[in-house]
C-alpha cells in the first residue's frame, strides 16, 4: 500500500491534536445549561440510519 494510507479513509489525523486538546475543555453549570437548551429546542426527524443499514445493526 505504500504512502497513500488506508482506502476510504481521509485525513484520519489532520485534527488529532485539536481533538485531543478538546478532552481538556472545561464547561461551567451555565455552559451545560446553554447546550442543554440548545439541544432540546432541536426536533429530530426521520430515521437515524437507513433501514438496509439498520438491520444490520444489533443483530
Known sequence: MGDEGE???TGQF???DENLGSAGLGLTPDDLAEL???STSVQVQGDRYPAAVQKMIDR
Do not use: Y
Open 7 to 9: 482506502p476510504g479513509v
Open 14 to 16: 489532520e485534527r488529532l
Open 36 to 38: 442543554d437548551d440548545a
